[in-house]
């Protein structure tokens, strides 16, 4: 069960990411299913409180497998990943969705103190070794230099990734 927090950018999201699974789906993807409630809903409001505070909640069946790192880092994975960010990227080539459009992932290159905060928290937990930190470290720099530092050249595309119309 997911808990959301109550606003309007909340619940236009739930259902685009609802549309965005049944694309995702259609493109055999693997990615978590949205299960319907008994009423045919695929989510609704739940009372949290005795104050009749209400979130919306719904129920998704999760894909059976391990997190990245419980995989391991070798080039077959890094194989598999890049299949499925290619994958991805055609399956949502026509999804257009103004919260998606809006949504900065944590983990997104326009959060890129997040970004530089897992890279040491991967180096903490020697997921990653001296050398791979090193590298991400020098590629988050380039990118902060060359890419964010003239942000204004960009257009924002659809899936959050810059696109350069000055050079």
């Known amino acids: 069960m997911k808990i959301y927090s109550?606003?309007?950018?909340t619940i236009v999201f739930l259902d685009d990411q609802i549309r965005l699974a049944d694309q995702l789906g259609a493109f055999d993807i693997p990615c978590a299913s949205i299960v319907r409630q008994v009423d045919g809903r695929y989510w609704s409001w739940y009372r949290i409180d005795d104050d009749n505070n209400q979130l919306p909640v719904r129920l998704m069946k999760y894909r059976y497998g391990r997190?990245?790192?419980g995989i391991g880092y070798r080039p077959s994975?890094?194989?598999?990943?890049?299949?499925?960010?290619?994958?991805?990227h055609s399956a949502t080539d026509q999804f257009d969705s103004d919260p998606y459009?809006?949504?900065?992932?944590?983990?997104?290159l326009?959060?890129?103190?997040?970004?530089?905060?897992?890279?040491?928290?991967?180096?903490?937990?020697?997921?990653?070794?001296?050398?791979?930190?090193?590298?991400?470290?020098?590629?988050?720099?380039?990118?902060?230099?060359?890419?964010?530092?003239?942000?204004?050249?960009?257009?924002?595309g659809k899936h959050n990734n810059y696109t350069c119309y000055d050079e």
């Open 67 to 69: 997190m990245l790192e």
């Open 6 to 9: 109550n606003t309007l950018y």
């Open 110 to 156: 326009d959060n890129i103190a997040s970004v530089r905060d897992e890279t040491e928290y991967l180096y903490e937990l020697q997921l990653i070794d001296a050398d791979q930190y090193r590298v991400v470290q020098q590629i988050l720099h380039r990118f902060d230099e060359n890419v964010m530092k003239r942000k204004d050249k960009f257009e924002l």
């Open 77 to 88: 994975v890094y194989y598999r990943f890049g299949q499925l960010i290619a994958q991805f």
């Open 101 to 108: 459009r809006r949504h900065i992932p944590f983990l997104g």
